[in-house]
């Protein structure tokens, strides 16, 4: 099975390129050969590719800077998406692409069904949604995997904050009401590759699915289970979201119910802790 991915140098893009399985053949591109604010040259690359399946690793993800550059992550996560799914439909080729919890209000404390309302509280959650309301459109098969707080050994990402902060200070405070699923961006990589393999042999499925690391936990639980891992001991105080103002609202709950990705492909949520040990290690060496 061949893969063409856009986005190289990401969180995800990276664990794609590690982790490739034996049999599959990994083409990436990276925004000097595919930039995504160009839906011409995207739909160029899928036209000429000789891939089995199209994957996206590349998006706008700067929450905040989204808030007064809208356009732009609109283009990027919006438009390009749309434009890759069109391309992938007119060649019969399965799309797979990464969405993300701020599609939804956050409002509530149970975990987010696949077809629960959408209701995005930011700029990038409306450019999130216009990608998945694009693909959907575009007629062809596809999946699209929402997630949700991404951390690797690689860019920026909460797990490397955490590691600076605990060094530098002794006393920290931390949002404690915003309840989510940590997922490392290796066991995105993972699952995408088995969803690929499944729309290679036909048994996909096309639609909206969930995926992120178990247990959820709050933002401070998941920096004090990254502090106890990591040998550091800053104390941790939890705070309210109101007390941590941002340019762009969060949802306060980004629970996902992931049992749909479970029943069509056989994954499961992975314990986000077991996760955390590896990418603590990898930073280590
Ligand atoms: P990163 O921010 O780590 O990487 C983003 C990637 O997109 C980089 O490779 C970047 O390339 C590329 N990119 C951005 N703009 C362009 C452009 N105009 N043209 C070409 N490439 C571009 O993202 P993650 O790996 O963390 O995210 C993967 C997916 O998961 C995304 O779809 C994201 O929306 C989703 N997600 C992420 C979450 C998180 O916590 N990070 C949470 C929930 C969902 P370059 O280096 O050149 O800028």
Redesign the pocket.
């Known amino acids: 099975m061949k893969c063409l991915v856009?986005?190289?140098?990401?969180?995800?893009?990276?664990?794609l390129a590690q982790r490739s399985p034996a049999g599959v053949e990994l083409v990436a591109l990276?925004?000097?050969v595919?930039?995504?604010?160009?839906p011409a040259a995207i739909a160029d690359a899928i036209a000429r590719t000789d891939a089995d399946v199209i994957m996206?690793?590349?998006?706008?993800?700067?929450v905040d800077r989204a808030e007064s550059d809208e356009a732009?992550a609109m283009?990027?996560?919006g438009a390009?998406p749309t434009a890759m799914a069109r391309a992938a439909a007119a060649r019969g080729l399965p799309f797979l692409?990464?969405?993300?919890?701020?599609v939804f209000d956050g409002t509530g404390s149970a975990p987010w069904p696949v077809d629960a309302p959408t209701g995005p509280l930011g700029a990038?959650g409306r450019s999130?949604l216009a990608g998945e309301q694009g693909i959907a459109a575009a007629g062809g098969q596809y999946a699209i995997l929402?997630?949700?707080?991404?951390?690797?050994a690689?860019?920026?990402?909460?797990v490397k904050t955490m590691l600076r902060l605990g060094t530098e200070r002794e006393t920290l405070t931390i949002v404690g009401d915003q309840v989510g699923g940590p997922?490392a961006?290796a066991d995105?990589a993972d699952a995408l590759y088995t969803m690929a393999a499944a729309f290679h042999r036909g048994t996909g499925r096309s639609g909206v699915y969930h995926f992120s690391g178990a247990p959820d936990v709050s933002w401070a639980d998941f920096a004090r289970e990254i502090f106890r891992q990591a040998g550091l001991a800053p104390a941790v105080t939890d705070i309210g979201t109101a007390d941590y103002p941002t340019p762009a609202r969060r949802p306060g709950n980004s629970r996902l119910d992931c049992r749909e990705t479970q029943a069509v492909f056989g994954i499961s949520r992975p314990d986000w802790r077991i996760s955390l040990q590896a990418v603590l290690a990898e930073l280590k060496a």
Do not use: C, M, P
């Open positions: 856009f986005g190289t140098t990401g969180q995800l893009g990276i664990e990276g925004r000097d595919a930039d995504l604010t160009d996206n690793a590349a998006a706008y993800t700067a732009t283009a990027v996560n390009a692409h990464v969405s993300t919890d701020y990038y999130k929402r997630t949700s707080w991404v951390f690797s690689h860019g920026n990402n909460f997922t961006a995105i």
